[in-house]
């Protein structure tokens, strides 16, 4: 008796590869921003130490 792997409703595929490509944005999304709050910690962090220093 060959296993034959049971065929996946069309549906749910093409639900499922919206779902991932849906995912696979929004880590896009998050991996852009990071940079950016990077960069803006760094400057309060610059920004305070600079106002101890005339302060």
Same mark, same amino acid.
């Given at each position: %008796?060959?296993?034959t792997?049971?065929?996946?409703?069309? *549906?749910?595929?093409?639900r499922?590869?919206?779902? &991932?490509? *849906?995912?696979? !944005?929004?880590?896009?999304?998050?991996?852009? *921003?990071?940079? +950016?709050?990077?960069?803006? *910690? +760094? &400057?309060?962090?610059?920004?305070? %130490?600079?106002?101890?220093?005339? !302060?």
């Open positions: %008796m060959a296993w792997t049971p065929r996946q409703d069309p *549906e749910r595929s093409r499922r590869q919206q779902l &991932l490509a *849906e995912l696979a !944005g929004a880590r896009a999304v998050r991996q852009r *921003e990071r940079p +950016q709050r990077r960069r803006t *910690e +760094q &400057l309060r962090q610059l920004i305070a %130490m600079r106002r101890r220093v005339a !302060g």
